[in-house]
């Protein structure tokens, strides 16, 4: 059994900053990429960066030079620095993980989604 945590979501003014956290844990051998995704009401969901096992990075267009991905991989744990927020980034952020687990082989994860909300 694999699980991803969020944590870290809440309320943060416009020009604010946020940092989300997801541990992954249970059966677990390895895992690939990690990334965040986002969906905000009547949308669909998005990528909004991704990072390799080794450190290589990939951004939204509309979060480049705001938004930071770093991960911890002794910790199993994926972050996202969000500074220079704007009310367009309210959504359900949620973290996603490429797992290869002990017993149960390929599998990719999905946390519960945490809130986060720009207020103008």
């Known amino acids: 059994q694999v699980q991803l945590v969020e944590s870290g979501g809440g309320l943060v003014q416009a020009g604010g900053s946020l940092r989300l956290s997801c541990a992954a844990s249970?059966?677990?051998?390895?895992?690939?990429?990690m990334g965040w995704y986002r969906q905000a009401p009547g949308k669909q969901r998005e990528l909004v960066a991704t990072?390799?096992?080794?450190?290589?990075?990939n951004y939204a267009d509309s979060v480049k030079g705001r938004f930071t991905i770093s991960r911890d991989n002794a910790k199993n744990t994926v972050y996202l620095q969000m500074s220079s927020a704007k009310p367009e980034d309210t959504a359900v952020y949620y973290c996603?993980?490429?797992?290869?687990?002990?017993?149960?082989?390929?599998?990719?994860?999905w946390g519960q989604g945490t809130q986060v909300t720009v207020s103008s």
């Open positions: 990072i390799s096992r080794g450190g290589r990075t």
């Open positions: 249970g059966s677990i051998f390895s895992i690939n990429d």
């Open positions: 996603n993980a490429d797992i290869i687990a002990r017993y149960s082989g390929r599998i990719t994860g």
